[in-house]
């Protein structure tokens, strides 16, 4: 398609002059303030080698990145069933409306309303544990609140939205009659599950992941509140900096670190997914 | 009939209120090659994805070699689809995508890759193994699907409109190869097709199709010369169907007689008369020419021959298709003719 230069240049340009100025501009000054000193405003590294040093830090860094991925995990696990049936089993088009509603109702909701709402259900009195012990699972209640795996059941539940949603779209677009063809050649639906969709569908999975994962690394509100600040990730950090500590340069710091690393290991990713699709 | 490799006995598949299938019977005989043809939604389709396992039928049963297989899922089916879109695995090159049937049988490595080597050879394909299916034509694609599928040695091989999406000339030569292949394979072929010649050009036997029903069944030739409905003789070919009146049994139209056999046909019937078939001029002694007075309304020429379009009497047009000749080159616009053919290329169909 011949478009004209000037609605080329428009096109372009407005999304560029956006992202220049609501992105790049502001990194950028965080970026710098990064390489400041809070007490007397000269410049320095004196704060990369602080969070380089600092175990608690790098700590900080791990559970954030640990948390991001058993939620992305959890989310692949639960979501692409989920995408997979209302894709393939739900034939009535207004059944599958429905369910699409469903799925995306809880987006409107502000996300410390649903937190809050996953501490009644986690708590020791909470709905979770008394059907856990009315059934004999336990004898007693158990801690999830306050634990990391609270914090990811929070988050995955928040999150799933993204998944299906990825990976419901790439799935429709799956020719069916390739299935067929795998069927008449002899697979069981399992294999042609296995050997055809799965693969094809693949696009949608690592998208999904990528959502999933970026934003888990960067949420706050679900963490800090589930965590009942026992538990630390990177995003409460910042927000202490900013807000209690008054640390403007340090919390600059951390979130340039947390960026930076979270790019590094989103390339390695992709990487692995790279060589893994040319051999 | 015992013997026969598919029976096909009163299939029905039932849409809602819509049949798709309204009790269909075909049997199919060992290395035969068998044409559904039809137009578009008389259930073609269906029938071929019914003996592939992927439409429940409502009523009635598919039988590959004497065994009911109604209830056997599409992969444990003895038979392999071409699908026509092809299906090809994008995500596979040409090489797995011709190995995967082999590979869920579990045979040896060795053995898939010769396999899949000689039938690559087979269809043309030798040296595109390492391809993928987007870096390939249609028509290659076209050879891909159809070495994906007999690589499995099926005992029927279904083809699902195959050729439907290439060009006339590519076409052509594809009839002409998968007629040869079939020869080869000694695999009993189905072949749904639209195009009447491509049916005729290909298959052994054809089933025209009309509204989820088998109109007739038989040769190329048989169905060609005669055919058993107006619907048929439409279809196949290019008929003048000639409408006329039953008097004592005998066809009429207007005064004249026409010297056909009627009766049980009820008021009316039409004669159907293929456009080759009838000549210009006065009919030869001997023989029994039926005979008609028409006038000129068009002529065509078309190099080998004419095509004249007549009024008869009764106002209806027919079409002759006739070779040069000293009553057609001098037969102008509006002029009084008489037309003739042999009496027993036409015939009666009833209404």
Not at chain 2, 30 to 52: D, N, V, W, Y
């Amino acid at each position: 398609m011949r478009i004209n230069p000037w609605s080329a240049v428009l096109l372009l340009g407005v999304p560029v002059a956006f992202l220049f100025i609501f992105f790049i501009v502001p990194f950028g000054t965080v970026a710098v303030a990064s390489f400041r000193m809070p007490a007397d405003g000269g410049w320095s590294a004196a704060n990369y080698v602080k969070i380089a040093t600092d175990g608690y830090y790098w700590g900080a860094l791990y559970l954030t990145f640990k948390i991001a991925l058993w939620v992305t995990l959890l989310v692949l696990v639960v979501g692409y069933p989920l995408a997979y049936t209302i894709t393939y089993n739900v034939r009535s088009t207004l059944l599958r409306r429905i369910i699409y509603i469903v799925i995306v109702t809880p987006l409107f909701t502000s996300s410390i309303v649903r937190a809050f709402g996953w501490l009644v259900l986690l708590g020791r009195k909470g709905m979770v544990n008394d059907t856990l012990v009315a059934l004999d699972f336990v004898d007693k209640p158990v801690q999830i609140l306050f634990t990391e795996g609270g914090i990811v059941i929070g988050m995955a539940y928040i999150m799933l939205p993204f998944m299906v949603l990825t990976v419901a779209s790439i799935l429709q677009n799956i020719n069916t009659s390739l299935l067929e063809a795998a069927r008449d050649l002899g697979a069981h639906p399992i294999v042609a599950f296995l050997k055809v969709t799965f693969p094809l569908s693949l696009p949608g999975v690592i998208a999904g992941s990528l959502i999933v994962f970026t934003l888990s690394v960067s949420a706050y509100v679900t963490p800090s509140i589930l965590s009942g600040g026992k538990k630390t990730v990177m995003s409460m950090l910042i927000y202490q900096q900013y807000a209690a500590t008054l640390n403007f340069p340090f919390g600059a710091t951390l979130a340039v670190a947390l960026l930076v690393s979270t790019l590094l290991l989103i390339a390695g990713y992709l990487l692995v997914i790279e060589r893994h699709a040319k051999g | 009939m015992a013997g026969d490799l598919i029976e096909i006995v009163g299939l029905v598949k039932r849409y809602g209120a819509v049949a798709a299938l309204d009790g269909v019977s075909i049997n199919v005989r060992q290395g035969e090659f068998l044409a559904l043809l039809g137009p578009s939604g008389c259930g073609k389709t269906t029938l071929l994805r019914s003996i592939a396992g992927f439409v429940e039928p409502t009523e009635g049963q598919v039988r590959i070699g004497g065994k009911v297989i109604n209830d056997v899922p599409p992969h444990e089916r003895p038979v392999n689809t071409v699908f026509q879109n092809y299906a090809l695995f994008p995500h596979m090159t040409v090489a797995e995508n011709v190995a995967f049937g082999p590979r869920r049988k579990g045979m040896p490595k060795a053995e898939i890759a010769k396999k899949v080597a000689e039938v690559l050879a087979m269809v043309g394909m030798d040296g595109y193994g390492e391809r993928y299916p987007r870096q390939l034509s249609g028509g290659q694609q076209q050879r891909i699907a159809l070495a994906r599928a007999i690589v499995n040695q099926p005992q029927v091989l279904l083809l699902d409109e195959p050729l439907g999406a290439l060009d006339l000339k590519l076409r052509k030569r594809m009839q002409v190869e998968l007629k040869r292949l079939h020869g080869q394979l000694g695999i009993t072929f189905i072949y749904v097709t639209h195009d009447q010649e491509e049916a005729l050009a290909m298959a052994d036997r054809i089933a025209v199709m009309n509204q989820g029903k088998v109109a007739q069944i038989g040769t190329g030739q048989d169905i060609y010369r005669a055919p058993n409905s107006r619907y048929v003789a439409d279809f196949i070919g290019e008929a003048n169907l000639i409408e006329c009146a039953v008097k004592d049994g005998r066809l009429a139209l207007g005064d004249a007689a026409l010297p056909y056999d009627a009766a049980g046909a009820g008021a009316h019937a039409t004669l159907m008369i293929r456009p080759e078939d009838i000549q210009l001029g006065a009919p030869p002694s001997g023989g029994t020419p039926v005979v008609l007075k028409a006038t000129v309304r068009d002529k065509v020429f078309l190099g080998s021959a004419w095509r004249v379009y007549a009024a008869l009497p009764s106002g209806q047009e027919i079409a002759a298709h006739s070779a040069s000749g000293e009553a057609v080159d001098y037969a102008a616009k509006g002029a009084a003719i008489e037309l003739w053919w042999p009496r027993d290329r036409g015939r009666v169909l009833a209404q």
